[in-house]
């Protein structure tokens, strides 16, 4: 057969099963990555959602407590006896004038006694109240929001309003006198929720416990319960998760996100096909290419196998003699200017050389020395090229929920941060920088961290100004945070501290970097140190190999620069801590 048929035959016969196995793979897995991609953009945007809720409500206790701490709210509270009509007047115009001025979204406010006094700043009758939820005697500990009901009292009687019960203190010995609760329209919450989007279908809405649905851009189901709804089917029981089902006969992907301090969950629900949309062209587009490659090489291969097989073939059988030692080997000279005329008298050249060469094995030895120098500082240059892009992408995937969810300003110092950490990474003037470069970097670094975890992510850099004058390797301590972010803040939901010191060791200087995170079991442990020697004798002996990312890297590098005696040690307590260790020259620069 000849033998560009062959290599027709032979590229079909592995490309196309290849390309079966890819789509019968992809296809497979394609529904996992819809529920992954998913499930991760549902989880920061109810994570921003559960902030703005809990914040919004806990500025109503923080609002109130001026008018609550009133001489005329306290008397009315705290008195025995009847209230004159005149006090009572009194007490309802400064509630109202207050609420009115501060929470515009108000729809009724009403202060109740320990023993049912009620004010209300509408003077309304307490009799219009009796079938509200929260109207009892109970007089809770902390403020308590009750979920979304149907107003009954005139004012806004059929509609629905969130209830906001405040405990009121007695200034005077710090015991609960009485309550008051403000009932609110949805509209503040329908603006949190409305600039929150996960596609262009994609809604959130909340659950409280007994399955009330407290929000919902659709109005007629606020108030109400889910099983009244459409959205019965949807599992209450199931939470950091992603699933599929159908909703009104559409296939949806639905996440629920666990309890908030209110024990209220926020629900996502998104349209499938808007998922899968991008990997479906993704996948048509795929298979184009391919069969356009496929076309274009049935075209090629006879060309191809008259102008580089033969040539080939005839190569290979002079290199055969030139192993076999006849060095007087010689390969036909033409005069063209395609690859195979240059290789032709590479060739040549090669071979008259290679008797030279074999004269001057002392000289070509001190040469060889030389460039294996060379080849190591190249090698140092190369190594310190290989940042992992992980920090940009993730970073860059917070700035784009953040552009949705937050203000600008976050938008700004994780912008600033970033350009900064991105512009340092990428210089490579220098060889070497001062310990108070990399610290800077590095508190940039924190800063993006601090964005992504706001609430609970902690950071602390206790290095003595003294030692900020020594001379370090670039991109050291970056990469080693970079690893306790992944490995201890993120699986923590950012419920970490990462903590920088350094200390002198006789001629050296030691930074540590510490997290509070998991640690690292023994095997694994044993695994990278071993990973550690291996990467700088492979280096050592061929600096054209090696490398690697992250912990590897920066070890490979201080190793090839300072000496083996220097690096990274690592030590892990099993659930507690981990401590990694750079020691480096202490050189201080001039």
């Known amino acids: 057969m000849p033998i560009k048929r062959k290599m027709i035959l032979g590229f079909l016969s592995v490309c196309l ?22 499930l991760k953009l549902s989880e920061n945007a109810t994570e921003s959602l559960i902030y703005q809720l809990e914040y919004y409500f806990s500025g109503f206790t923080k609002s109130t407590q001026t008018l609550l701490s009133d001489g005329m709210v306290q008397d009315f509270l705290t008195a025995n006896s009847a209230y004159s009509a005149q006090d009572l007047q009194g007490v309802e115009k400064e509630l109202r004038s207050y609420i009115y001025f501060n929470f515009p979204e108000t729809v009724s406010a009403v202060l109740i006694s320990g023993d049912m006094r009620i004010v209300s700043m509408g003077n309304e009758d307490a009799g219009n109240f009796l079938n509200e939820p929260w109207y009892n005697n109970y007089l809770p500990a902390v403020t308590t929001v009750l979920p979304t009901h149907m107003a009954e009292y005139p004012v806004w009687r059929g509609h629905p309003a969130m209830s906001i019960v405040i405990p009121i203190y007695d200034i005077s010995n710090i015991h609960i006198v009485g309550k008051l609760v403000i009932d609110i329209s949805l509209n503040e919450i329908a603006k949190m929720f409305g600039e929150t989007k996960i596609g262009k279908t994609g809604v959130f809405f909340i659950l409280s416990p007994d399955n009330t649905i407290v929000y919902h851009p659709n109005k007629e189901w606020q108030g109400v319960d889910l099983s009244q709804t459409p959205l019965s089917v949807i599992k209450t029981d199931i939470s950091g998760q992603a699933y599929v089902m159908y909703i009104s006969g559409v296939k949806s992907l639905v996440s629920m996100s666990g309890p908030g301090s209110q024990q209220w969950r926020i629900v996502s629900v998104v349209d499938y096909s808007e998922m899968d949309g991008e990997l479906q062209a993704a996948q048509k587009a795929t298979i184009l290419v391919f069969l356009l490659i496929i076309f274009g090489l049935i075209l090629l291969v006879p060309f191809i196998s008259g102008t580089i097989i033969k040539p080939l073939v005839e190569f290979k059988r002079l290199m055969g003699r030139v192993a076999e030692g006849d060095l007087s080997t010689r390969a036909e000279d033409t005069q063209g200017k395609n690859e195979f005329s240059q290789l032709n008298r590479s060739f040549n050249t090669m071979t008259e050389q290679l008797s030279e060469l074999m004269t001057t094995v002392a000289d070509m030895k001190v040469r060889e020395m030389e460039l294996i120098l060379r080849q190591k500082e190249a090698a140092i240059a190369a190594l310190q090229n290989q940042i992992n892009p992980h920090l940009l992408y993730n970073s860059l995937d917070i700035i784009k929920s953040i552009a949705y969810l937050e203000e600008v300003p976050k938008i700004v110092t994780m912008a600033s941060s970033l350009g900064d950490v991105y512009r340092y990474s990428a210089q490579l003037t220098e060889a070497e920088v001062t310990l108070r470069d990399e610290i800077l970097n590095l508190e940039k ?3 993006i961290i601090k964005v992504r975890f706001p609430k609970n992510f902690e950071s602390q850099i206790l290095v003595n100004e003294a030692f900020y004058n020594c001379a370090c390797q670039r991109l050291i301590l970056q990469p080693i945070a970079e690893n306790s972010v992944k490995y201890a803040v993120e699986p923590r939901g950012g419920k970490s501290v990462i903590l920088v010191s350094a200390y002198s060791d006789g001629g050296d200087l030691i930074v540590e970097i510490a997290d509070d995170g998991p640690g690292i ?7 990278i140190k071993r990973q550690f020697i291996g990467n700088s004798d492979t280096i050592n002996k061929n600096p054209k190999q090696g490398g690697g990312f992250g912990l590897s890297n920066v070890h490979a590098r201080l190793v090839l620069k300072y000496g083996e005696k220097y690096g990274l040690r690592i030590d892990s307590f099993i659930g507690r801590a981990t401590v990694v260790s750079v020691r480096i020259p202490y050189k201080r620069v001039k």
């Open 17 to 38: 099963p290849a390309l079966l196995l890819m789509l019968i793979v992809s296809r497979a897995l394609f529904g996992n990555v819809i529920r992954d991609n998913f």
């Open 445 to 447: 670094y924190f800063e």
């Open 521 to 527: 079991p023994e095997k694994r442990l044993t695994f």
